[in-house]
Structures are given as structure tokens and as C-alpha cells.
């Protein structure tokens, strides 16, 4: 493990040039409900100004649920913990090894059997080849595709491409792991074998980020919450207060009774 | 565990200031996707396995379309330059292979950032990932048509001309893959930054196609005296014309000489200082603009 797994910004901006943008009809910046600021930089290209003086510091133990409307910003500030997106302005410093679970599919390659992809996927993660060569048998049993994982990848359904994903993903031990809503797509059953992975896989990861629009999820596997607005923090703290501020009293009742449930099962 | 988990630095802490443009993170770069080889290893060849799947000859594909290839102009020529054949065809065929390299790397270099978006917004890996992975695929290419320079060798009793001077191939091809890294890094960042940039290029690589001696031999042009002999001289303007003799110099058993080497030395050594510039300056700006 790395020393001191950690994570902090200092104002740290993300600001997307928008060359193709017509500058004309945006003579005036201006700001919606949904998306950021969009402005124009020295040089007079339009910019999105995504995220805006974002400061923050992580450090192990640390699983922060992020909650916002869509285009708030939420997926690009998990892509700024990842070092994807390096700030525009101020900075961002990230002690560990990353694993990032943005989009399922990247980094599949249909023509090739389940287990190259399984293989070729635990690559990107920043794992060796022997790493996964040792692991697979447990992928293979968690997929539960067996013989399956011979064929071609195009021959498997939407569902089964998640399962290879989760499996890789929940295989390996990350040291920062940052979550983007949508693993949905997989049936009922597979998803709470995949939330006791899951749940296992935040245990041992150092720092857990977190986007969802599901409260539920969020109550089970984070500790504390964010909500970001127009690419800004705008609040943080307990998921409770945060759900509320966001969402209502409703919605902070029942995070506060999937939280009651979850210490109930978890002191027998 | 509660709101603490999360707390703001102190405001009058002295902000850190953001390393993104350093060379250290340059060669940080470099250094990280070396040490990430086994995946750029596998998706190279996985890149060729790809196109050919399911065919039954595979990737040796390659090697019959530049043999047609070159074997086509090489009948061609050797008959309008009036030149004997067993010379003019193997010096058409490794120039096609090497002019193959060059022009893959000017081409598929401008467009690796581009290719790869998915992988570059998904992923947090080492931008010259990319650049391995397209270097090494057009390294693994290059032997595929290394075949046909061998049929050509038996043939047309090329190795009768082959002595220790032709292994001066191999520093040579060295040259030619660090080339090909920088034009990768150095078209790859200003293309994806400048979408016009790949378009020129292909048009320009065409262009370059016909004024570098792969088709003609500059000893033709002078022979023919006058005028025409002048007008030799400006081939040697042309960088590619030097790259291209490194290497098939050597391998056909032609006379060698020196001042190829040094322009391509010369050369080499710019490209990288532009490489590192531009890696030091733009590399974190490339997921933006992809």
C-alpha cells in the first residue's frame, strides 16, 4: 500500500473549452438550472466552467456519497480524484492507486473471449497479467458464465458484460476507488450478490467516492455526504442532513431508516 | 464517523501549486507507460489480430498487399527508368516498408489521442499508453512485411551485395522508432488540439510519397546530366529521403554514407526537445480536448 492514501484539492477549477462553440450567440455569459457556467477564457473561447473552487481533502476511512443534479458536476469531479481532468486553475494532489468504475464498457473488446477481456481490463486497473491469471477462477465463479468465458465478447448480452466488469472491478484492491452511478443493468439477484462485493470491496479500499442518485445505496455504503451545485460545493457532511437540504424530509427519513436497518443487521 | 471525515484546509494555508506542467511530470509520463507495458504489449497485437480475425491467412494479409504493392510499381518503374529489375524491385520493396512506417506513424500519430477518447476520459493511465501501443503496433506491422524483404534476398541473390556494413539496419530502425514516438506525442497533442492538423498531414504524406525516392532512384535523375541533375540536389531537402536511406542503404547493400545519419541525428533530437516540450506543456490539456 502506498503511505498516507490521501486526496486534496485546493480551488481547484475544471474548465472545458468549447472550440466549436459559436461565440456569437453567447455574448453574455450565463448560468442554468442544469450545467455549469459557461464564460470565455483570455483567449476568447468559450469555456464551461464544470467545476469551480473545489477544495477538499480525503484521507483513509473516508467514503463520501456525492448528490446533485445531473450535469452538477458530480461525474467530473470523480474525474478530477482520478487525475483524469488535471485542475485548470489551483490544484490537486492524489496519493494511491486509483480505480475508477465510470462506464462499464470502456476497454472492452467484443472480438476476443470473456477472459482476455477479463485480463486485458485488470491491465488498465494497473494490475500484471499474473495478478489476473491468479484471480480468475474467482471472477469466473462470481460471473458465474463458466464455459461461457471462452466465446467471443459479442456474443454476450448487456448483462453479462457487467458481470465481467463488477467482477474485475471487486477483484482487485484499490486503494482510492471512485464509483459513477449506472451499474444497474444486471437482474435482481446478481446485484445483491454484486452489493456484498461491493460493500467488501469499500471495506478494504482506502477512500471511497461515490455518485448516485439512489439514496439507498448511498446510506449503505458511504459514511458522510456532498452535495455539489453548479460545480461547487455546496454542502457536506452527515448523508442525512446533506439528503435533506438536497431532497426534503422524506428522503432524509428513510436514508435515517436504511442506516438504523443496516446498524440492526450488523449487531446480531 | 461524521462530517469530519471531510474538512477544508485552513484558508491561509500557502496553496500548493499544481505540478501539471513540469517536466518532471513529462517523464513521469513516459516512465509510467513504460512500466505499464504488458498492456500496451497485449493491445498492439490485439490491434492486428482484430482486423484480420476470422481470415484464414491472418495478418500475413500485410505482407501480400505490400508485396502486390511493391512487385506492381516495381515492374512499372524498373521499365520506364529503364533499370534491371533484380536491383530496382528490391530497392522498391524495402522502401515501400519503411516508407510504410514512416507514413503510419505521421498518419495514425496525429489521430492517437483522438482514437483513443474513450480510454483517455475512462481510465487514468499514462498518455504515452497510447503512444506505445500505436508504435508498437506499427513495429509489429513492419515485421510482417519484413517477410517479403526476405523472398526478395533469396530471389534476386540480394545477399550477394549483404555484408557487416548492412547490420547498420538496426541502429537505424532504432532511429526510425524514436522518431516515430515523437511525431506520435508531437502530431498526436496538436491534432486533437487542431483538428485540421490530420487532414493537412495525410494530404501532405501523399505529397511527400512522390518526392521521396521510393519509386525513382536519385541516381536516375542524375544520370539523365543537366538541368535535371540540379533538380537531384532538391530531393536531399526532403528529411523523409534521409530516413529512408539509413535503412535501405544497409539492406540492399547500397553504399552507405554518413551525412544521412548526422541530418538524422539532428533531427531526432529536435523532435524530442519539441516532444518534452509540448508533453511538458499540454499533456494534462489532451483529456480536455479529446
Known amino acids: 500500500m502506498t503511505e498516507h492514501v490521501n486526496i486534496s484539492t485546493q480551488n481547484a477549477c475544471v474548465d472545458f473549452p468549447i472550440f466549436d462553440a459559436k461565440s456569437r450567440s453567447m455574448k453574455k455569459a450565463f448560468l442554468g438550472k442544469a450545467g455549469g457556467a459557461i464564460g470565455r477564457n483570455s483567449s476568447d473561447v468559450v469555456v464551461v466552467e464544470a467545476l469551480k473552487d473545489i477544495t477538499m481533502t480525503l484521507k483513509e476511512g473516508d467514503r463520501v456519497g456525492l448528490v446533485g443534479h445531473n450535469g452538477a458536476g458530480k461525474s467530473t469531479l470523480l474525474r478530477l480524484l482520478s487525475g483524469i481532468y488535471e485542475p485548470t486553475r489551483g490544484s490537486a494532489s492524489i496519493r494511491g492507486r486509483v480505480a475508477p468504475v465510470f462506464d462499464l464498457g470502456v476497454g472492452m473488446d467484443p472480438e476476443i473471449s470473456g477472459y482476455e477481456n477479463i485480463i486485458i481490463r485488470g491491465l488498465f486497473l494497473g494490475q500484471t497479467r499474473k495478478q489476473m491469471l491468479a484471480k480468475m477462477e474467482e471472477i469466473a465463479d462470481f460471473t458465474e458464465l463458466g464455459d461461457y468465458l471462452d466465446m467471443p465478447l459479442r456474443t454476450y448480452s448487456t448483462g453479462m458484460r457487467v458481470r465481467i466488469a463488477m467482477g474485475v472491478v471487486t477483484s482487485i484492491d484499490p486503494e482510492i476507488l471512485l464509483l459513477d452511478e449506472g451499474i444497474g443493468a444486471v437482474d435482481a439477484e446478481f446485484m445483491k450478490k454484486a452489493r456484498v462485493r461491493l460493500q467488501k470491496l469499500v471495506e478494504r479500499s482506502g477512500i471511497l467516492v461515490f455518485a448516485s442518485h439512489s439514496n439507498e445505496f448511498l446510506a449503505q455504503l458511504c459514511n458522510s455526504a456532498m452535495w455539489i451545485d453548479h460545480g461547487q460545493i455546496r454542502m457536506q457532511g452527515d448523508i442525512e442532513d446533506v439528503v435533506r437540504a438536497y431532497e426534503g424530509d422524506d428522503a432524509a427519513e428513510h436514508v435515517r431508516h436504511v442506516i438504523k436497518e443496516m446498524e440492526r443487521e450488523n449487531t446480531p | ?290
Request: no cysteine; net charge positive.
Open chain 2, 1 to 290: 464517523m461524521s462530517a469530519s471525515a471531510i474538512e477544508s484546509e485552513t484558508p491561509d494555508a500557502p496553496a500548493p501549486v499544481s505540478d501539471s506542467q513540469t517536466f518532471r511530470r513529462a517523464f513521469k509520463d513516459l516512465r509510467d507507460g513504460l512500466n505499464q507495458r504488458e498492456l500496451w504489449l497485449s493491445l498492439g497485437w490485439q490491434d492486428i489480430k482484430q482486423r484480420y480475425r476470422r481470415s484464414v491467412i491472418g495478418p500475413f494479409w500485410i505482407t501480400i498487399a505490400t508485396g502486390v504493392q511493391a512487385t506492381a510499381i516495381g515492374i512499372l518503374y524498373a521499365a520506364l527508368l529503364d533499370m534491371p529489375l533484380q536491383e530496382f524491385l528490391p530497392y522498391v520493396t524495402v522502401g515501400l516498408i519503411v516508407w510504410n512506417l514512416i507514413n503510419a506513424s505521421i498518419i495514425e500519430g496525429s489521430e492517437v489521442f483522438v482514437a483513443n477518447e474513450g480510454l483517455i476520459k475512462q481510465l487514468p493511465s499514462a498518455l504515452s499508453v497510447h503512444i506505445y501501443r500505436l508504435v508498437w503496433r506499427q513495429m509489429l506491422f513492419f515485421a510482417h512485411n519484413l517477410l517479403i524483404y526476405v523472398i526478395m534476398v533469396v530471389a534476386f541473390g540480394v545477399w550477394r551485395n549483404l555484408s557487416w556494413a548492412s547490420l547498420a539496419a538496426i541502429p537505424a530502425l532504432g532511429l526510425i522508432v524514436l522518431n516515430a514516438l515523437w511525431v506520435s506525442i508531437v502530431f498526436g497533442i496538436f491534432a486533437t488540439r487542431y483538428r485540421d492538423i490530420a487532414p493537412i498531414l495525410s494530404s501532405l504524406t501523399l505529397l511527400l510519397f512522390v518526392l521521396t525516392p521510393i519509386m525513382w532512384t536519385t541516381q536516375s535523375l542524375e544520370a539523365q546530366g543537366g538541368a535535371v541533375r540540379d533538380r537531384a540536389k532538391i530531393a536531399e531537402l526532403n528529411p523523409l529521403f534521409h530516413y529512408l536511406d539509413i535503412v535501405r542503404a544497409p539492406m540492399i547493400g547500397q553504399p552507405q554514407e554518413l551525412y544521412h545519419w548526422y541530418i538524422v541525428i539532428t533531427i531526432t533530437v529536435v523532435g524530442w526537445v519539441v516532444a518534452l516540450l509540448a508533453l511538458r506543456k499540454y499533456r494534462a490539456r489532451v483529456p480536455y480536448w479529446v
